[in-house]
T-cell receptor, first 118, second 110 residues
Framework: DAGVIQSPRHEVTEMGQEVTLRCKPI?????LFWYRQTMMRGLELLIY????????DSGMPEDRFSAKMPNASFSTLKIQPSEPRDSAVYFC????????????????FGPGTRLLVL | DAKTTQPPSMDCAEGRAANLPCNHS???????VYWYRQIHSQGPQYIIH???NNETNEMASLIITEDRKSSTLILPHATLRDTAVYYC???????????FGKGTRLSVIA
C-alpha cells in the first residue's frame, strides 16, 4: 500500500486566495483525520470523519475552513479566503477502526502539505 | 485523556540505548500509553502502545511502572535515523482521536 497520499506537498499562495488540500487515505480505513502543525501550537486536530461523515469539527479554526469527504478514498480541506496566519503544515491521517482496540486505532499519517500564505 | 509530561529534549550517542521518559501520574485504569515519533519533515509515525504490561516490537520497548504513573520508551541501539520528536500520549481506546503534546526532541549523535 502506498500509505496516505497528500497533495500538493508544497503550496505558496497570496492572502485572499482559495487553497484546496487533498488527501487519499489508506484503502479500507474507516477514519480520516486532518491536523495542522505550527511551531507555536504544535499538532492540532482540525476535523475527523468516520465512513465519510464528519464526526467532530470543533478544531476547525473558523468558517474560512471547510472539509469534505465525498467518498472513501478522497478528502479535501479548503481555506477560503486564506490568510498569512494559516501558514502551517497540514497533515492527513487515517485509521482502520476507532472502536476496535488500540492496534486498529493506529493512525497513519501522510507526508503533509506545507502551506505558505503571503 | 490524562496529561503527560516529557522532557523537551535529550541527546543519545549512536549505538547506545535511548531511554525516553514520560510521566502520566493521573492516568486512569483503562487509558493506554501510546508512543509516536515525528522525523523532520514527515508525519508522525506510530511506535508502540501498552496498557499495563511491558511491550516490545521491532521498533522499541515500552516499560510501564507498576503503578502506571510513568513509562519509558527504549530504543535499544539508537541510530542517526532515530533523531526525531517522540510523543507520549495517554488515551482511552475508542475515545477521541489522539492529542499530541510537545514531545521530546531526541538527537542521536555520532
Amino acid at each position: 500500500d502506498a500509505g496516505v497520499i497528500q497533495s500538493p506537498r508544497h503550496e505558496v499562495t497570496e492572502m485572499g486566495q482559495e487553497v484546496t488540500l487533498r488527501c487519499k487515505p489508506i484503502s479500507g480505513h474507516d477514519y480520516l483525520f486532518w491536523y495542522r502543525q505550527t511551531m507555536m501550537r504544535g499538532l492540532e486536530l482540525l476535523i475527523y470523519f468516520n465512513n465519510n461523515v464528519p464526526i467532530d469539527d470543533s478544531g476547525m479554526p473558523e468558517d474560512r475552513f471547510s472539509a469534505k469527504m465525498p467518498n472513501a478514498s478522497f478528502s479535501t480541506l479548503k481555506i477560503q479566503p486564506s490568510e498569512p496566519r494559516d501558514s502551517a503544515v497540514y497533515f492527513c491521517a487515517s485509521s482502520l477502526n476507532w472502536l476496535a482496540g488500540p492496534l486498529q486505532e493506529t493512525q497513519y499519517f501522510g507526508p503533509g502539505t506545507r502551506l505558505l500564505v503571503l | 485523556d490524562a496529561k503527560t509530561t516529557q522532557p523537551p529534549s535529550m541527546d543519545c550517542a549512536e549505538g547506545r540505548a535511548a531511554n525516553l521518559p514520560c510521566n502520566h501520574s493521573t492516568i486512569s485504569g483503562n487509558e493506554y500509553v501510546y508512543w509516536y515519533r515525528q522525523i523532520h519533515s514527515q508525519g508522525p509515525q506510530y511506535i508502540i502502545h501498552g496498557l499495563k504490561n511491558n511491550e516490545t516490537n521491532e521498533m522499541a520497548s515500552l516499560i510501564i511502572t507498576e503503578d502506571r504513573k510513568s513509562s519509558t520508551l527504549i530504543l535499544p541501539h539508537a541510530t542517526l535515523r532515530d533523531t526525531a520528536v517522540y510523543y507520549c500520549i495517554a488515551s482511552l481506546s475508542g475515545n477521541t482521536p489522539l492529542v499530541f503534546g510537545k514531545g521530546t526532541r531526541l538527537s542521536v549523535i555520532a
